[in-house]
């Protein structure tokens, strides 16, 4: 689980790089969503959440795309 925990925010860091309103964002959600199952004792469901997170952090370094505007019309 902490590791998990570790890569989520490692690839964060990554994604949202320089973008501190992400970064921010994205780090008191995952804080947020391991805090409130930090009491979850069913192996299934930890089993289950554990293959969620996994889901996301693979969303987040493969779908995720950061653009920054060159110019008025250029991204």
Same mark, same amino acid.
């Given at each position: 689980?902490?590791?998990?925990?570790?890569?989520?925010? $490692?690839? $964060?860091?990554?994604?949202? $790089? &320089?973008?501190? $309103?992400?970064? *921010?964002?994205?780090?008191?959600?995952? &804080?947020? *969503?391991?805090? &409130?199952?930090?009491?979850?004792? +069913?192996?299934?469901?930890?089993? *289950?959440?554990?293959?969620?997170? +996994?889901?996301? *952090?693979?969303?987040?370094?493969? +779908?995720?795309?950061?653009?920054?505007?060159?110019? +008025?019309?250029?991204?």
């Amino acid at each position: 689980v902490l590791k998990l925990f570790k890569l989520l925010h $490692r690839t $964060r860091q990554e994604v949202f $790089r &320089n973008d501190t $309103r992400a970064l *921010e964002a994205a780090r008191q959600k995952i &804080n947020e *969503e391991f805090k &409130n199952n930090q009491d979850e004792t +069913s192996e299934e469901k930890i089993n *289950e959440l554990l293959k969620i997170a +996994s889901d996301v *952090e693979m969303i987040l370094r493969t +779908s995720v795309i950061q653009a920054v505007h060159t110019d +008025s019309d250029k991204i």
